[in-house]
């Protein structure tokens, strides 16, 4: 927080983690159970990254300037309780969780005015609202006062099967894990700045326990934290 910014009103939970290591869905959902606003801060370099996509032109062409002009056409506004980014008015849909999105949305996230773009993003949207908020930096750059942090883990084959039996519906074979799974080891290789842990955050290994596990024990904390605000949780 600057210096001179007001002190925060609400409740902030930072939740970071690397690639596909399910911190958008566990945010998501803890959110509902507690009844926050769940910010998506991966959703904007989604969004950045789709503006460029639907531009044309080869990635390695793409600027920190044409990206962050890029950025005028994206809004980024609560829709119910979670906050969703639309692109010239228009949500978008599965197209920002699409192969080619995903595909460059690491050089994009490394761009430092792409990041700046959407850390103030996530700030505004945090400046009304308690919220959940996740993404790779959230606990280190963005809220390093959040009233909770958490960081979420799991072995590289474990996130290559969740992602792909997302993407496919179907449990993937062994072959396609293994090509997912070194598709992730270099994913983290290039985000490593950006998933460091902060050294106040409550790790969470999720390999060997489910999502439901792993929100119930989020959620719990979420409670204890509001107890120490003086407010109580209605599930």
């Given at each position: 927080?600057?210096?001179?910014?007001?002190?925060?009103?609400?409740?902030?939970?930072?939740?970071?983690?690397?690639?596909?290591?399910?911190?958008?869905?566990?945010?998501?959902?803890?959110?509902?159970?507690?009844?926050?606003?769940?910010?998506?801060?991966?959703?904007?370099?989604?969004?950045?990254?789709?503006?460029?996509?639907?531009?044309?032109?080869?990635?390695d062409?793409?600027?920190?300037?044409?990206?962050?002009?890029?950025?005028?056409?994206?809004?980024?506004?609560?829709?119910?309780?979670?906050?969703?980014?639309?692109?010239?008015?228009?949500?978008?849909?599965?197209?920002?969780?699409?192969?080619?999105?995903?595909?460059?949305?690491?050089?994009?996230?490394?761009?430092?005015?792409?990041?700046?773009?959407?850390?103030?993003?996530?700030?505004?949207a945090?400046?009304?609202?308690?919220?959940?908020?996740?993404?790779?930096?959230?606990?280190?750059?963005?809220?390093?006062?959040?009233?909770?942090?958490v960081?979420?883990?799991?072995?590289?084959?474990?996130?290559?099967?969740?992602?792909?039996v997302?993407?496919?519906?179907?449990?993937?074979?062994?072959?396609e894990?293994?090509?997912?799974?070194?598709?992730?080891?270099?994913r983290?290789?290039?985000?490593?700045v950006?998933?460091?842990?902060?050294?106040?955050?409550?790790?969470?290994?999720?390999?060997?326990i489910?999502?439901?596990?792993?929100?119930?024990?989020?959620?719990?904390?979420?409670?204890?934290?509001?107890r120490?605000?003086?407010?109580?949780?209605?599930?």
């Amino acid at each position: 927080m600057p210096p001179d910014a007001a002190p925060r009103k609400h409740i902030v939970i930072a939740i970071d983690g690397p690639a596909a290591s399910g911190k958008s869905s566990t945010a998501h959902w803890v959110a509902q159970r507690v009844g926050y606003h769940h910010v998506d801060s991966g959703a904007l370099y989604r969004a950045a990254t789709l503006v460029q996509l639907r531009r044309g032109g080869p990635a390695d062409e793409w600027t920190e300037e044409s990206v962050v002009d890029g950025t005028r056409f994206i809004e980024y506004a609560a829709k119910g309780a979670t906050f969703t980014p639309v692109i010239d008015g228009k949500p978008v849909g599965e197209e920002l969780r699409g192969t080619d999105v995903t595909k460059h949305v690491s050089r994009v996230a490394k761009m430092l005015r792409v990041r700046d773009w959407v850390n103030e993003r996530v700030r505004v949207a945090a400046h009304d609202h308690d919220v959940v908020v996740d993404g790779r930096d959230m606990g280190t750059v963005v809220f390093p006062d959040a009233d909770l942090k958490v960081f979420l883990i799991a072995d590289a084959w474990e996130r290559a099967r969740r992602r792909l039996v997302q993407r496919f519906a179907r449990s993937p074979t062994d072959d396609e894990i293994a090509e997912e799974t070194d598709s992730i080891a270099h994913r983290d290789a290039k985000d490593a700045v950006q998933t460091a842990r902060a050294s106040d955050a409550v790790l969470i290994d999720t390999t060997y326990i489910t999502q439901e596990d792993q929100v119930d024990r989020i959620v719990a904390l979420v409670k204890a934290v509001a107890r120490r605000h003086g407010r109580e949780l209605a599930e």
